[in-house]
């Protein structure tokens, strides 16, 4: 069975503190994988997309990196304003236009 | 700029009465969603367009039904809505080359 999965579900840091977002994945054939990131009550904003191993991204404090089972989403000295649900979705072989989404990881960066 | 717009932003309705929901784009995309996401949960897909072709997923509800009558427009309406109802309907666009979607803002359901 197709799998998404994100960990840790939660994670604190302070201002300046950088750490890794994980989101592992267990399908039968990536056709890419896409990081989203969501504010409270509002929709979530396309990030990134990667589409095979080895494949990086950035956007200012925003790294994604891709293997063949998981991919990291790297943050580099957050700030308060990058607090909000991260979201990663992969889309599978054979499941035409749709994406499978993993349950988030909530991050909060306090001052 | 670009983007995906959605009608309303709050909507209250009560049990059992007929509400509509809509969706515009002026990003051109040939695919459009409609996904229900409760509090911490993720997004789940209940229906999408590619073009004129409709696709319901298995699990949706036959209370939800979807129309697109154009390329810009997209409308959720749910026949008899119940307290498990309420939730975030959120609305996304992706072309069919990349399949990036982008979402709109969402419309918040409550149901009383």
């Known amino acids: 069975e197709d799998q998404v999965t994100q960990s840790p579900e939660a994670l604190r840091l302070q201002e300046g503190e950088s750490s890794s977002l994980n989101c592992s994945y267990t399908?039968?054939?990536?056709?890419?994988l896409f990081w989203y990131r969501q504010d409270p009550g509002k929709g979530p904003e396309f990030l990134f997309t990667l589409y095979s191993a080895g494949e990086e991204k950035e956007k200012e404090r925003l790294k994604a990196t891709l293997t063949k089972k998981e991919s990291f989403l790297h943050i580099t000295a957050p700030k308060p304003e990058d607090s909000a649900t991260y979201l990663c979705?992969?889309?599978?072989?054979?499941?035409?236009?749709?994406?499978?989404f993993g349950t988030g990881t909530r991050l909060q960066v306090t001052l | 700029d670009a983007m995906v717009i959605q009608n309303p932003r709050y909507q209250v309705t009560q049990f059992g009465k007929p509400v509509t929901l809509s969706c515009s784009q002026t990003l051109n995309h040939n695919v459009m969603y409609w996904y229900q996401q409760k509090s911490s949960q993720a997004p789940k897909l209940l229906f999408h367009?590619?073009?004129?072709?409709?696709?319901n997923e298995a699990d949706t509800p036959d209370n939800f039904q979807s129309r697109r009558p154009n390329t810009s427009f997209c409308f959720l309406d749910i026949r008899s809505p119940g307290l498990g109802d309420a939730a975030m309907y959120l609305c996304?666009?992706?072309?069919?080359?990349?399949?990036?979607?982008?979402f709109g803002p969402g419309t918040r359901l409550t149901v009383t």
């Open positions: 367009y590619y073009d004129k072709d409709f696709n």
């Open positions: 979705a992969v889309r599978i072989t054979g499941t035409a236009s749709k994406l499978t």
């Open positions: 399908v039968s054939g990536l056709r890419g």
């Open positions: 996304a666009t992706a072309s069919g080359r990349t399949y990036e979607q982008y």
